[in-house]
């Protein structure tokens, strides 16, 4: 069975993570995910970082009770004013899906095997190609996962025929940090097999009808799906 529309990372992850808050999120729609402090600051730092990536300045710093967005920005526009110059082509923002067999679909269209909004791409005359994700939360050991951006580089070697090598970038906005990880288009295969595994895993939830609840540490208070009778919010509220 084809699926309704190409998942991206955070749809398959959701998957991976609870079949049945993918469900609520993406079949029934019965949950939305709700906007918190937090991310209402990252769509924030996530526009000053493309406004400044495309012009090269800011027409305006706004302010936020939650955090500083000086401090975040700078850390961006050190990597901004140090990628940018020396690269062939950059791209932010940059919408890409691809099918199972990489060819490069348009964006709406539902049968490709993932696609993704990257933050910010540039690629040097060498083939050498850098892919940044901007994150405005706290850097935790324990949950990092550079699953993220391995996937979406698969959409970049099927997009630039010429990129060979891939060094991708998470950025910590609030700090600085780095965490840093190389991709060769060698690597692709294992990559685009791990993705396929999980996109027809989907699929046959989608054909059987069956989601599955995983139970985990965001059941206590970080799951939006309310009526799911592990969500430890909803037992607040009865
Ligand atoms: S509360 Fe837990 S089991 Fe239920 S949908 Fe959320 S993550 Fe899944």
Not at 155 to 181: D, H, M, N, S, W
């Amino acid at each position: 069975m084809s699926l309704p529309f190409t998942p991206t990372y955070s749809s398959l992850n959701t998957f991976i993570g609870c079949e049945r808050a993918y469900q609520a999120f993406y079949v029934t729609k019965e949950a939305i995910k709700q906007d918190t402090p937090a991310t209402l600051f990252g769509s924030l730092i996530h526009a000053l970082a493309e406004e400044y990536a495309k012009n090269s300045h800011l027409s305006t710093m706004p302010s936020s009770d939650y955090d500083d967005p000086e401090r975040h920005f700078q850390h961006i526009k050190q990597i901004i004013d140090h990628y940018k110059p020396k690269s062939a082509q950059v791209y932010i923002e940059h919408e890409l899906n691809v099918s199972k067999t990489g060819q490069v679909l348009d964006w709406s269209d539902p049968s490709g095997l993932i696609r993704g909004r990257n933050d910010f791409i540039c690629i040097n005359d060498q083939g050498v190609a850098v892919l940044i994700d901007w994150k405005t939360g706290k850097f935790k050991e324990q949950y990092f996962d550079p699953k993220q951006l391995q996937w979406n580089a698969l959409l970049i070697f099927a997009r630039f025929p010429e990129v060979q090598t891939l060094y991708f970038c998470y950025v910590y906005t609030g700090e600085g940090l780095q965490k840093k990880g190389k991709i060769e288009r060698k690597d692709i295969t294992a990559l685009n097999e791990q993705i396929l595994h999980w996109h027809s895993r989907l699929e046959y939830a989608y054909q059987a009808d069956s989601w599955i609840p995983k139970r985990s540490g965001l059941c206590k208070n970080h799951c939006d799906v309310l009526n799911c009778r592990f969500n430890g919010r909803r037992q607040l509220r009865l």
